[in-house]
């Protein structure tokens, strides 16, 4: 038996508000805000609250996916990086790279954001790209 | 139960500003008379105190600050964008 | 720390299976669950500087292990949380141990870390068309009808629907709560339902709030909500005589079938 709670940093949007996991036995239960950070002083959106939840979630994707057929079946790491790199190339080829437009998000690392937009300029050669904070 | 719940909502709407629009009567369903003294009663005592005081609130008294001359709340549209859709 | 050696002790003689107390990560103090597997953790237990409502967490561990002896920090709101929680089958009495922690103001310490004791100074806005977070219940009952909806209505509409107020409650335990009901409350939308909204989870609490005030502090957009709750004990101990918290019995709201004194009021046509 077991109750461990772990400071962490919510993350959601750029605000950064200071979050405290609750781990009974291993197992997160909820989310509760830590006082004593001077972001958010103890106060958090519905968005903090729920962060439990997000993780938990039985919606999160543990495999890649392929869709054949109307119908979504796992595949290997492989096979998705391939059939993605093909219908991208396929698309630039026969409408032209403004054809295709990329979204990043507040979620993902700014190591991350940086990679995807320069696959967006240099790769594809667009300038289609934005980010989830100006929507 | 049902006199502590009715007690306990007068005290408290009466602290929020909404006193007194809120009755509770017991009445037999032999005592047709009674009730149509007590409908009539209340009726005519609501319709003294005004009309419901929430209705047609604008609950946005901030927008004054940002917009005095009312353009932005004209024809009643709702600041959030997604007023029409079903879900979010 | 002088409690340490005690909380080591009640963990070595099976007094409690785990401790619920406070350690210090990269100085923010942070609760902390001490178990019998690893009492050299008990060394670095520090007195909380900031509030944390460790009766909530005894009582997720109380549903996954209903056996289990825990011990934690008890300031004074959290004792008489721990009763409404026991009174409510939350928690077994004879299953919790507490070392008390005095919080509240005495003769011998006059600050302490709590909400209601360390106003901050409301700005002229909110005096203007508000409330403030310190106001007493005889100042705002001073004024008129109109004047007091419209300044509840300030208040209120501010809400975000961050369900803060709710989530950190000590004594709010639902499993299905109504204000997550979407017949009730219209999801996806802001402002909510007010003045309803408010009032429901204030009627909710009757008979089970204790004042602790962490309600106020969670809120990001300094609703007072304590004075309403505070306004919510004054109506149940004056009209049913129950003070929560302090009394043993069921709270008059849970109790079908006994004999009641109160007469309904009569219309006065004015």
Redesign the interface.
């Known amino acids: 038996?077991?109750?461990?709670?772990i400071?962490s940093v919510c993350s959601y949007c750029g605000t950064g508000c200071?979050i405290?996991f609750?781990v009974?036995?291993g197992a997160l239960?909820?989310t509760?805000?830590?006082?004593?950070?001077p972001v958010?002083q103890?106060?958090?959106?519905?968005k903090g609250?729920n962060l439990h939840e997000h993780i938990n979630s039985y919606m999160r994707l543990k495999a890649p996916l392929v869709r054949e057929n109307g119908k979504l079946r796992k595949t290997s790491w492989d096979e998705a990086i391939s059939k993605s790199a093909e219908a991208f190339s396929r698309t630039v080829a026969l409408y032209g790279p403004d054809s295709v437009g990329v979204l990043v998000s507040a979620k993902i690392t700014n190591e991350e954001n940086y990679l995807a937009q320069k696959f967006t300029r240099a790769v594809i050669g667009t300038n289609n790209i934005d980010h989830c904070a100006r929507l | 139960m049902t006199i502590k719940r009715i007690t306990f909502l007068q005290e408290l709407l009466a602290f929020i500003g909404l006193e007194g629009r809120l009755h509770l009567s017991w009445i037999s369903s032999a005592e047709a008379g009674k009730f149509v003294n007590v409908i009539n009663e209340f009726t005519e005592k609501i319709r003294s105190m005004g009309p419901n005081p929430l209705k047609g609130y604008d609950l946005r008294p901030w927008l004054h600050t940002i917009d005095p001359a009312g353009d932005l709340g004209k024809n009643n549209q709702r600041l959030v964008p997604h007023e029409d859709l079903e879900t979010v | 720390m002088e409690s340490a050696k005690t909380v080591k002790q009640w963990l070595e003689t099976g007094v409690v299976?785990?401790f619920?107390g406070y350690r210090l990560?990269?100085?923010?103090?942070?609760?902390?669950?001490y178990?019998r597997e690893n009492l050299t953790e008990v060394e670095e237990m520090v007195t909380p500087?900031?509030?944390?409502s460790l009766e909530k967490?005894a009582t997720?561990?109380s549903s996954?292990?209903p056996e289990?002896k825990i011990g934690m920090f008890a300031r004074d709101c959290s004792r008489r949380a721990l009763n409404v929680l026991v009174i409510w089958n939350q928690l077994q009495g004879e299953n919790i141990k507490t070392i008390d922690l005095n919080c509240c103001p005495s003769p011998l310490k006059k600050h302490a870390e709590c909400s209601y004791l360390e106003p901050e100074e409301p700005g002229s806005y909110k005096l203007l068309g508000g409330i403030a977070k310190n106001a007493e219940i005889k100042e705002t009952e001073a004024r008129g009808q109109d004047e007091r909806l419209s300044r509840w209505m300030y208040e209120m509409q501010k809400c975000?629907?961050?369900?803060?107020c709710r989530?950190?409650c000590p004594v709010c335990f639902c499993r299905e709560c109504s204000l997550e009901h979407p017949e009730l409350v219209n999801p996806g939308r802001l402002p909510p339902e007010v003045p309803i909204f408010h009032l429901v989870h204030a009627t909710h609490m009757a008979g089970r709030c204790v004042d602790c005030g962490l309600c106020e502090?969670?809120?990001?957009m300094d609703i007072p909500l304590r004075l309403l709750y505070r306004k919510v004990n004054q109506i149940v101990s004056d009209v049913f005589d129950y003070d929560t918290g302090t009394s043993q019995e069921q709270s008059p709201f849970s109790v079908l079938g006994e004999k009641v004194t109160l007469t309904p009021k009569t219309l006065e046509t004015s």
């Open positions: 038996m077991d109750c461990k709670l400071p200071g405290l609750e009974i036995d239960v909820s509760l805000p830590l006082k004593t950070h958010n103890g106060k958090l959106c519905i609250w | 299976d785990i619920l990560v990269e100085g923010h103090p942070v609760p902390h669950g178990t500087e900031a509030r944390y967490l997720h561990l996954r292990h289990a975000i629907k961050c369900y803060g989530n950190i502090e969670a809120c990001p």
